[in-house]
């Protein structure tokens, strides 16, 4: 009985908790002034320490590290199944960036604009803390640990997708509306591979892959600079 309730007091602290303070803390007026590279330690820490807190769940109570996808998977299927979601996530969010440009997609939040990285040592930070960071971590605790505990609970896959990819786009609340719907979109697109294969490998490389374009090429092209962005003054 405390195994479950351990578990599921996890699972509630990433479906409700994460996206109340990513909403509560993460607001320009709270990071105005605040070099980025800070804020993206501050980022990067924070999911390790999500993710850390999910290992000790798992090492003491379970699931178990399989049936969360950490299992093997041959390089055809890998290479394969990271390649077809790159290319959808990419081609989708090129799409929704050319829209908004257009002015027929609401305009992405300010939050947006503010952390998007424009320097080589932010651009840096971005490929080799923020990306690996978001690939490992939070595939590992939304495609991995909740997705198979939802799944679990309502003996279905279709479920575990709904309620990991909801509350993965709620846990960027920070990005408004907007943010939240692309980030729930791709949080499904990014639990197909771990359903037909069972591995959470195809989507880690995918997620880092897909962050590392959206930051370093379509975030820049497409996002529109606000007048008031935060330098970084390090």
């Known amino acids: 009985m405390l195994s479950i309730l351990v578990r599921i007091a996890f699972s509630l602290?990433?479906?409700v908790g994460v996206p109340l303070l990513?909403?509560?803390?993460?607001?320009?007026?709270h990071v105005q002034g605040v070099p980025k590279t800070a804020l993206y330690f501050s980022a990067v820490v924070s999911q390790w320490v999500l993710a850390a807190i999910g290992v000790v769940v798992i090492f003491v109570v379970g699931p178990g590290w399989s049936s969360i996808g950490l299992t093997p998977v041959g390089a055809s299927g890998f290479f394969k199944w990271t390649l077809v979601v790159v290319l959808i996530a990419v081609v989708g969010l090129g799409l929704v960036l050319?829209?908004?440009?257009?002015?027929?997609w609401p305009r992405e939040s300010d939050m947006v604009q503010l952390l998007m990285p424009e320097n080589a040592r932010e651009k840096l930070w971005a490929v080799l803390g923020l990306a690996p960071t978001a690939g490992l971590c939070e595939e590992f605790l939304y495609r991995g640990f909740l997705l198979a505990e939802v799944a679990a609970w309502f003996h279905s896959a279709a479920w575990g997708i709904v309620v990991s990819s909801v509350a993965f786009g709620c846990a960027h609340a920070y990005q408004g509306l907007n943010g939240m719907v692309v980030a729930g979109s791709l949080g499904a697109l990014l639990a197909w591979p771990v359903v037909h294969l069972g591995s959470l490998y195809p989507s880690m490389a995918a997620h880092f892959l897909i962050d590392v374009v959206a930051l370093l090429w379509l975030g820049p092209k497409f996002v529109s600079k606000h007048p008031a962005t935060i330098s970084d003054s390090g």
């Open 22 to 29: 990513s909403w509560r803390s993460a607001r320009p007026e």
């Open 13 to 15: 602290l990433l479906v």
């Open 98 to 104: 050319l829209l908004e440009q257009r002015g027929w």
